[in-house]
């Protein structure tokens, strides 16, 4: 299910990035220096720990995100220039999954003594991914279990990830400590606000069922809030095409249920999710889980909250 990189590939790739840093002139720093514009250097390696850094530290870090918007984080490939980045970095966040294999072995191939590192899977309780009727599964070698990764789609465990972010900003760069910690106390008070939403469209839910005519990264949202739910694939599946009886499965779903809303995720291809829409007369909506966002979105400065106040409304549709 989680994407493999070989060793051979993520070895060839941290010994290119090595040769580049030594040619570059870069040397050794302490955990507290900062670079050129007196700033700590902050890599974080998808959109949620990206944005939640933005609004803690606004401009006062030097801030890069790995993945590229609009790109699928399940087939990313890091480049050297990535790798260097990681290892420049004062602080250094991820998830911290299976399939952030990649990072752990470049992780492991590094001096990281003198950075601060955050995976975001540790910062709250995980829960194993489950297939739920009707889903399909993928074929996988593992006898491990394999835990959902998507921590961040419940904003509770979202104000558990920009506590423990903070708290390695804080160590890193005391100057601007009390600038953090005032920051993450105001955005802490709209994510409680967020979570207090979304209790009060379920509380006065008419149905507590949601179904998703794609990949299904919401375990934890849906945990939090109390909802069940129908989906093609769960959240890690790099598949996209689901069999007939998928498809069949769902459809019936939402007619027998009178579903009235068939969610997808963003940057889908949306077909499975159209193709349900038209057979049962459900709306298509957008659920975001702000795993990746759009150039168009990256660049306009939207946000997790942004997002997430999207989601309030399209879910409130899909439940009354």
């Known amino acids: 299910m989680k ?18 840093f030594c040619f570059s002139g870069c040397v050794k720093r302490n955990n507290t220096a900062q670079n050129a514009n007196g700033k700590i250097t902050v890599t974080a390696a998808i959109f949620p720990p990206y944005d939640f850094v933005r609004q803690i530290a606004g401009d006062k870090v030097a801030l890069k995100m790995l993945l590229p918007p609009g790109s699928e984080s399940h087939s990313f490939e890091p480049t050297p220039q990535d790798i260097i980045a990681i290892q420049n970095s004062h602080l250094f966040i ?16 590094m001096d990281t003594s003198n950075m601060k ?24 070698e593992s006898e491990e279990p394999e835990y959902e990764e998507h ?22 760069d005391l100057v601007n400590a009390d600038s953090y910690r005032k ?6 008070t709209k994510l409680n606000e967020l979570d207090a939403e979304f209790k ?17 990264p919401f375990r934890y949202f849906a945990d939090a809030y ?40 963003e940057l889908s291809n949306e077909k499975m999710a159209n193709t349900i829409a038209e057979s049962t007369g459900a709306k298509k909506l957008l659920l975001h889980a702000c795993h990746n966002v759009s150039k168009k979105d990256f660049d306009s400065g939207k946000t997790y909250l942004d997002f997430m106040q999207a989601n309030v409304k399209n879910l409130q549709e899909a439940v009354q």
């Open 3 to 20: 994407r493999l990189y070989s060793p051979i590939l993520i070895g060839a790739l941290t010994f290119l990035a090595s040769l580049l």
């Open 94 to 109: 991820y998830v911290g999954g299976e399939s952030d294999e990649w990072v752990e072995r470049i992780l492991d191939s």
């Open 117 to 140: 590192i955050v995976s975001l899977m540790d910062c709250v309780d995980v829960v194993e991914e489950e297939l739920v009727e009707g889903m399909e599964s993928e074929e996988t």
């Open 151 to 172: 921590v961040w789609t419940s904003p509770r465990n979202a104000v558990r990830i920009v506590e423990a972010i903070t708290d390695a900003l804080c160590e890193l």
């Open 183 to 188: 920051n993450v106390a105001i955005y802490i």
């Open 200 to 216: 009060a469209v379920v509380n006065s839910a008419k149905r507590k069922t949601i179904v998703f005519g794609d990949r299904f």
């Open 226 to 265: 109390g909802l069940s739910y129908f989906a093609a694939f769960p959240g890690c599946s790099t598949e996209t095409e689901p069999s007939a009886a998928t498809v069949a499965f769902l459809i019936d779903k939402v007619k027998s249920e009178q579903i009235p809303v068939i969610f997808h995720i």
